[in-house]
């Protein structure tokens, strides 16, 4: 079965980066497209960015030229770096694996990983 395994949250300052990882298994990782996702309290989970196996980006408005996604096929994983953080990025960020090679709502999810930005 897939499994999502985000890594690399953490509390940081405003202004300051932070790098997420995301190791997948139990797939066809270069087959399969891959997003980012999070979560803010009492909000409802929203798009932040995708990869499809192309490596063709697409962001949400409010993290592009901030946040790049990227994907090493080799490792079977999937990055986010984040620059220039601000307050409103605090969320629990969740990997997720579409089942198609083009970017698509996620069918699995990662347990997700906290990320607090502190003013």
């Known amino acids: 079965q897939v499994q999502l395994v985000e890594s690399g949250g953490g509390l940081v300052q405003v202004g300051e980066s932070l790098r997420l990882s995301c190791a997948a298994s139990?797939?066809?990782?270069?087959?399969?497209?891959l997003a980012w996702y999070r979560q803010a309290p009492g909000k409802q989970r929203e798009f932040v960015g995708c990869i499809a196996t192309s490596g063709m980006t697409n962001y949400a408005g409010s993290v592009k030229g901030r946040f790049t996604v990227s994907r090493d096929n080799a490792k079977n994983t999937v990055t986010l770096q984040m620059n220039s953080l601000k307050p409103e990025d605090t969320a629990v960020y969740y990997c997720?694996?579409?089942?198609?090679?083009?970017?698509?709502?996620?069918?699995?999810w990662g347990q997700g990983t906290q990320v607090t930005v502190s003013p």
């Open positions: 139990g797939m066809t990782f270069s087959t399969t497209a």
């Open positions: 997720g694996a579409s089942s198609s090679w083009y970017c698509a709502l996620p069918r699995s």
